[in-house]
């Protein structure tokens, strides 16, 4: 992929903001359906293989065991509350905090990154689809607004998407997890199928254990353009040489590349959708360089918002005009409200007796997942919190870091830690958060960034219910772990803000008119319709599965509709 000077007296037929998961699918799409379009990112550029500098590291190739100095800990203060990250393999992917500043009313941890490929190159993968009981919660509950689709409208999208990403995964079923185009599983080890049989043996509430569900191809075929299978190094995060698992580097942009029909900018940062008081239509993008400062103009005949759910809405609180005073599609106060996230660092651990003649092969880049299974009907039903919540977790055998000085030494010293230790397991949940109208993120009245935008200032909070559910998440997780007959059973709720399950969402969320929401069932803009917004910012609830499959499904959706509606030159 090569990134190139733009001439902004060039009219593009689309503009697409973002290389992100969603910003790739939209490149792709709107390419492959020829339309000549312009794809900006705010980050430096990052060529599939050529720039995953350490892609191929060894623990010993980096001093203090890949921690970053006191100096560097500095740059990087709230993108480490992740916990695994960044670390000196991985922190040219995140943001640096000083060089990229926001605001907290309320604790909220924003993980971003921005180069070409977005976090893309950094997520965890999973990729599960949504059901009907996720789209109609709302409607059904009272909840702030209902969705202006349902399952059958997005099922083919998700055939698209995982047909061409390559998801490995079980197919199960279930009425709350439908099943989609998958590649073969990934096996569970010994110690996760001795909880698997006794999920099934001792509950009998439908819950069950299945490998996750992730986008990396497990089997050898010519389909996937250049990508290979995963070849169980583990180390996906880094960027992955062979394409095993999915990102825009390895496969959306390439696509999008070879059509002829697009054209990379990078560090390009968009701040602002320029409206035609005229026409009634975005005409282009306000961009700054952000290495030289300059200030640019690209003209486009349609926008696709695609530069993550938070910068998306800032883009367009920061679109102001005189038909939109308080920012593009928001003369209802809709934008920027019911930010959502996915819980996170809540779950339980344990340790495994026996099974020390068992190992496994390779480092399996995924773990197990456990489907949803409270408030799915009336035998499932709970009184202290609305929706539902699903685990991922694994399990592995112990190594030589469990060793300590005092526990032995030489020739026993050196024979122990040439030997694995034993089995633990852990499981974090990861559960639905409603969509609260005051849970918002605005512009800053008082903080500007270097380039002089405002930065965003969140105000979200776990409510009633979200707390609620974090109790019950930790208490299930006990409970499964001690039906196994697990040793040493201990649950833990990390201190986190909403925004560390890295799935923030709303904030443009989807319906029926601009009185109540932001875009409608094709991700426009109820009051610009030639502005599309296909990351997390339309989502109207958040389910409790990790949202990326959804959002790129939705992506595909629209990207097609809006290149139908082009062709039939609804946006000249």
């Not at 010994?190 to 698997?196: D, F, G, L, R």
């Not at 759910?309 to 928001?330: E, R, T, Y």
């Not at 340790?351 to 009336?378: A, Q, T």
């Not at 005092?406 to 969509?435: C, N, Q, R, T, V």
């Amino acid at each position: 992929m090569k990134g190139i000077t733009v001439d902004e007296n060039t009219v593009y037929d689309a503009i697409v903001v973002g290389t992100g998961i969603s910003g790739g699918w939209a490149a792709k799409e709107l390419c492959e359906n020829g339309l000549k379009t312009l794809v900006l990112e705010r980050g430096p550029m990052v060529k599939h293989i050529e720039d995953y500098k350490t892609m191929n590291d060894d623990p010993w190739d980096h001093k203090f065991k890949g921690e970053l100095t006191s100096e560097e800990k500095k740059k990087y203060q709230k993108q480490s509350r992740l916990g695994w990250a960044p670390k000196e393999d991985i922190k040219h992917f995140f943001v640096n905090d000083l060089e990229h500043p926001y605001q907290e009313t309320k604790r909220f941890d924003w993980i971003r990154g921005y180069h070409v490929g977005g976090r893309s190159l950094t997520w965890g993968r999973h990729s599960y689809r949504w059901s009907d009981i996720d789209f109609e919660a709302n409607k059904k509950e009272g909840i702030a607004i209902d969705w202006p689709v349902r399952y059958k409208d997005i099922a083919p999208w998700y055939d698209k998407v995982e047909t061409y990403i390559g998801v490995s995964g079980e197919k199960l079923g279930l009425k709350q997890l439908p099943d989609g185009q998958f590649q073969p599983p990934m096996e569970l080890n010994c110690a996760e199928k001795v909880m698997q049989s006794s999920m099934k043996a001792d509950f009998d509430d439908g819950r069950l254990m299945t490998i996750g569900r992730v986008a990396h191809i497990t089997e050898n075929t010519t389909r996937f353009e250049g990508r290979g299978p995963c070849q169980y190094r583990n180390r996906c995060w880094r960027g992955c040489p062979f394409g095993g698992y999915f990102s825009s580097n390895s496969s959306t942009l390439p696509a999008a590349e070879r059509t002829g029909n697009m054209t990379l900018r990078p560090n390009a940062i968009v701040h602002e959708i320029i409206y035609d008081e005229s026409g009634k239509k975005a005409a282009g993008v306000k961009v700054i360089d952000a290495e030289t400062h300059e200030k640019l103009e690209f003209k486009g005949k349609m926008v696709f918002l695609c530069a993550s759910a938070m910068a998306s809405v800032g883009i367009l609180l920061q679109s102001k005009s005189k038909a939109f005073p308080n920012g593009m599609g928001n003369n209802y106060d809709q934008l920027g409200r019911n930010i959502m996230d996915h819980h996170y660092q809540v779950g339980a651990t344990a340790k495994v007796d026996g099974h020390l003649d068992k190992y496994y092969k390779g480092r399996r880049p995924n773990g197990f997942y456990i489907p949803r299974f409270v408030n799915l009907d009336e035998r499932t039903q709970r009184n202290d919190f609305k929706r539902g919540f699903g685990y991922q977790g694994g399990a592995s055998r112990n190594n030589w870091q469990a060793m300590v000085p005092e526990m032995g030494y030489g020739k026993d010293l050196k024979e122990a830690i040439l030997k694995p230790g034993g089995w633990e397991i852990g499981m974090s949940g990861f559960g639905e958060f409603l969509p609260h109208s005051e849970n918002r993120v605005t512009l800053s009245l008082n903080h500007k960034d270097k380039w002089g935008l405002p930065q965003l200032d969140f105000d979200v909070e776990y409510k009633s219910n979200e707390l609620n559910m974090r109790e019950a998440i930790k208490k299930e997780a006990v409970a499964m772990f001690k039906a196994a007959g697990f040793k040493d059973v201990k649950q833990y709720d990390n201190s986190t803000g909403p925004g560390l399950g890295i799935h923030e969402m709303g904030g443009a969320r989807m319906g029926n008119n601009s009185k109540d929401s932001v875009v409608n069932r094709y991700n426009q803009l109820h009051d610009v319709p030639n502005v599309f917004v296909t990351d997390g910012a339309f989502m109207t609830s958040s389910s409790c599965v990790n949202p990326s499959l959804t959002y790129m499904a939705f992506t595909a959706h629209a990207a097609n509709y809006a290149a139908k509606q082009f062709h039939q030159h609804k946006f000249s």
